[in-house]
């Protein structure tokens, strides 16, 4: 027995410290951090199995153990879950920049599709309204001439103030056609919307102690701020919802105490 423990010990001293130390360094390297590859396709794979995140469009990325989520999500809750699916052993932080919006899951698209949709229907619907302006004030100068030269046949004088007028009147409701016109006959401009949608938050009890602020573009209604819970969240995206001319409303909000 002896003999054989002295064989081994000679082995190793002839293999050398060098040979040794090439030997812990192999094994350090297999028993290392998990590469980012892996590692994104494990945090994936735990988005998938949450049953309210599996249906939306989230993006992974790992680089240097940091965990980057893009993408979008209905909720501030469901942006929350994909935080914690995300933090796994290897990850050192992550980087949630999920978007909250209320139309998320939607359709497969993704933010980016359903905006252009939406933007195009707008586009379709506002068409449709210029060219029904543009029959009706054609139909009103119409009607207005001939009442125009009717007034002619009893006076000269008369006949003349009300041409100029039709066509004063006519000039001005052709300008109001193109841009859109409210209920109350009010030209629809996003200032217009803007001072809408900030009416509608005033004396909303849900919406005390809220900081949101309104953008508007090309009749597109951005929420951005806080508001105290979900609840004043989803009441303030319906609310701009109602405001005449208002194609779409992107939901910016977050929750949490005014700042």
């Given at each position: 027995m002896k003999a054989v423990i002295g064989i081994l010990v000679g082995a190793a001293l002839v293999v050398g410290p060098g040979s040794t130390r090439a030997a812990f360094?192999?094994?350090t390297t297999t028993t290392g951090a998990p590469a980012d590859s892996a590692l994104d396709k494990r945090i994936e794979t735990r988005i998938h199995n949450v049953a309210s995140l599996k249906k939306h469009e989230i993006?992974?990325?790992?680089n240097n153990g940091v965990a980057t989520l893009t993408g979008t999500v209905p909720t501030e809750a469901d942006r929350t879950k994909a935080t914690n699916a995300a933090t796994v052993p290897g990850i050192t932080r992550v980087d949630n920049q999920l978007v909250v919006d209320l139309n998320a899951g939607v359709d497969t698209k993704g933010t980016a599709g359903k905006f252009e949709d939406k933007t195009k229907a707008g586009a379709e619907k506002t068409k449709a309204g210029v060219?029904?302006?543009?029959?009706?004030?054609?139909?009103?100068?119409?009607?207005a001439w001939e009442k125009t030269k009717e007034g002619a046949g009893k006076s000269k004088e008369g006949a003349g103030v009300v041409a100029d007028k039709t066509k004063d009147g006519a000039?001005?409701?052709?300008?109001?056609?193109?841009?859109?016109?409210?209920?109350t006959g009010e030209v629809i401009t996003d200032g217009w919307i803007t001072t809408r949608v900030k009416s509608k938050f005033v004396g909303e009890d849900l919406?005390?102690?809220?900081d949101v602020k309104v953008?508007?573009?090309?009749?597109?209604?951005?929420?951005?701020g806080t508001v105290m819970s979900e609840a004043a969240r989803a009441r303030a995206v319906s609310e701009a919802k109602e405001v005449e001319g208002v194609h779409q409303v992107v939901d910016r909000l977050t929750i949490g105490p005014k700042k």
């Open positions: 360094a192999q094994a993006h992974v990325s790992v060219e029904k302006g543009v029959d009706k004030t054609k139909e009103g100068v119409d009607k000039g001005t409701v052709a300008g109001k056609t193109k841009e859109g016109v409210s209920k919406l005390k102690g809220s953008d508007v573009t090309d009749h597109v209604v951005t929420l951005s």
